[in-house]
């Protein structure tokens, strides 16, 4: 399905008070391809993943999503198209096990209240989807587990598993691997690929070992503008991006 693409950018651009946060991105991501947005600190990354998830409206630009502008949009509407954001901080309930958060979420696409006070009998009619999503992120093991035992590696997983269960098109990873082992890196990277097997994946992410092993494509961001675009061996190899991460990872 080469060039057929799920979600552009034109001319997207935010400023706060005079600052030039994203400065005139074309980002173009590719249906079915894992596409990781790179930079360094203060690039701008997590601005155009706050942009396309509508947490921020921009100062000016499109957002197509299918070909669909969803530009002016509200964040819950653009859930309901099919993309759906995982953050930086693992956003799971502490409190509840980890079956009983994927259960949770699966509430959403049924187009149902989060609602906690339903009869454990009627919730109960969620446990085999709900089991089937632990079972593909590795967590059959813990599904009575209280989400605050698990392990950080494990609890990103379960956060992807939330995430699946409310079904997107395309999912936008922000960090995924952030404070992670090797281990646990291994097991998410993995997990993301497999993930990506029914779906389109967009990826902040800072481990650059990551994204050279799952990326299909990568976008390199410096100081709010598109620095390089292409593939880890093309991009790899431009000095302005060795500039960018090298001589300015400050910016």
Partial sequence: MAGDAILETNGLTKEFRGFVAVRNVDLRVERGTIHALIGPNGAGKTTVFNLLTKFLQPTSGRILYNGQDITRIKPADV??????????????????????NVRVALQRPLGNSFHFWESESRLNRLNGRAEELLEDVGLSGYAGHLAVELPYGRKRALEIATTLALDP????????MAGMGHEDIGRIAELIRRVAAKRTILMVEHN????????????????????????????SRDARVMEAYMGTGHA
């Fill in 208 to 235: 650059l070992s990551v994204v050279a092993d799952l990326s299909d494509r990568i976008t390199v961001l410096a100081r709010g503008e598109i620095l390089a675009e292409g593939s880890y061996a093309e991009v």
């Fill in 79 to 100: 859930a309901r198209l099919g993309i759906v954001r995982s953050f930086q901080i693992s956003a799971v309930f502490p409190h509840l096990t980890v079956l009983e």
């Fill in 169 to 176: 098109d395309m999912m936008l990873l922000d960090e995924p």
